[in-house]
């Protein structure tokens, strides 16, 4: 059986689905059309056929978009794939819509609603409009967070039998183990791992730290990241005030989440956020938004603390809430953090269950 995938990013399909794809290359050929950027090499060992497919991510161009469907349609010509797996929003509709012009079994992975189901007026109902589309015959539509799923059904994007609800893209116990927690008392380091944008709540971020260090208090921001948006200024800025270090885009985060004591993912919006389960399947307390996709990942006062997103004061005293810990109780929230992950968001699990609900429409 030959199986194609779509995304907007080869680093993301090899970081968050190897685990499914070497699942899916034991019985059948798998193809990968996405942006080759990072880990390329790495899918491409694994034994994956890659395809170059560039995707605007950010842009609603209906130029680039038109020509992107085209794409799809003539590489689902080319190899008559008996099974298509699309990952966000652009491939989700345009790669759905391919699939139904050319008769081809198709599943969909909502990622997370995107900046356009934020906003109210014409771009959200567009959206809506085109996924009803391009949904309609989805052999399977798995979502990240119930928040998702039920928006999805009760606005009649899909019907309810299509969906199938995921614990997020799971992580990876065996590569993500439990890290001796960070011996420095007093100099605590803030950690903050993801796309460099005003939507991950980077802005407030900056703006809390700032407060922190204007109160006297001894901590650091560790960023690593790529910039999606015009931030490159700015965290020079910071780096030679001394309290930011910026690390750009890493294939491994780990010797990141080793030096840290805390995670901080301040998101207005997410699917489910993989850097929080990461980090907390590393045994770092993790402080995030209180909104679906970033709430589930921890217990709040026993693994991590709730922030509210867009609210900076908020985060601010959040914050000062974790400095003020003692010491071992911060150690015992990570620790308590990596039990967390590893009862609800083991990998093997949802990987088992992406397979099940791919095999069987009556298992969704």
């Known amino acids: 059986m030959k199986i194609l995938l779509l995304a907007n990013a080869s680093e993301g399909l090899y970081r968050f689905r190897k685990e499914l794809i070497y699942d899916l290359l034991k019985q059948h050929t798998v193809y990968a059309g996405v942006p080759l950027t990072f880990n390329k090499e790495e899918l491409a060992q694994m034994g994956v056929q890659l395809i170059d497919l560039p995707v605007d991510r950010r842009g609603m161009n209906p130029f680039h978009d038109f020509k992107l469907l085209k794409q799809y ?25 391919a699939c139904r012009k050319n008769k081809v079994s198709y599943a969909a992975n909502i990622t997370g609603l995107g900046t356009a189901f934020q906003k109210r007026g014409l771009i959200r109902i567009l959206v809506k409009n085109m996924y009803k589309i391009a949904l309609r015959k989805a052999k399977v539509v798995f979502f990240e967070n119930s928040s998702n799923k039920d928006f999805f059904v009760e606005n009649h994007i899909i019907k309810k039998e299509q969906a199938c609800l995921l614990n997020g893209a799971g992580v990876n116990l065996d590569q993500f183990k439990y890290l001796q927690y960070p011996e420095n008392k007093n100099n605590i380091i803030f950690l903050f791992i993801g796309r460099i944008m005003r939507e991950k709540g980077i802005d407030e971020l900056f703006a809390a730290m700032k407060l922190l260090l ?37 294939n491994n985060v780990i010797p990141f989440i080793r030096e840290a004591h805390c995670f901080v993912l301040p998101s207005w919006h997410e699917g489910m956020a993989n850097t929080n389960l990461e980090c907390a399947a590393c045994g770092r307390p993790v402080i995030t938004s209180n909104i ?11 693994t991590g603390l709730l922030c509210e997103p867009r609210n900076m004061k908020n985060l601010y005293s959040t914050l000062k809430i974790f400095l ?31 397979i099940n609900a791919l095999k069987n429409k009556e298992s969704v």
């Open 324 to 354: 003020a810990l003692p010491y071992e109780e911060k150690k015992e929230m990570g620790i308590e953090a990596r039990k967390y992950v590893a009862q609800y968001f083991d990998k093997k699990d949802v990987v088992r269950k992406t």
């Open 292 to 302: 679906p996709g970033c709430k589930e990942a921890i217990e709040d006062k026993k």
């Open 73 to 97: 349609d003539c590489e689902m010509k080319r190899i008559r794939p008996d099974l298509v797996i699309t990952y966000t929003i652009k491939p989700n509709i345009y790669g759905g819509i």
């Open 214 to 250: 204007k109160d006297g208090y001894q901590c650091k921001l560790n960023v690593v990241g790529g910039c999606e948006e015009n931030y490159e200024s700015i965290l020079k800025q910071y780096e030679q005030e001394g309290w930011l270090k910026y690390y750009g885009y890493q």
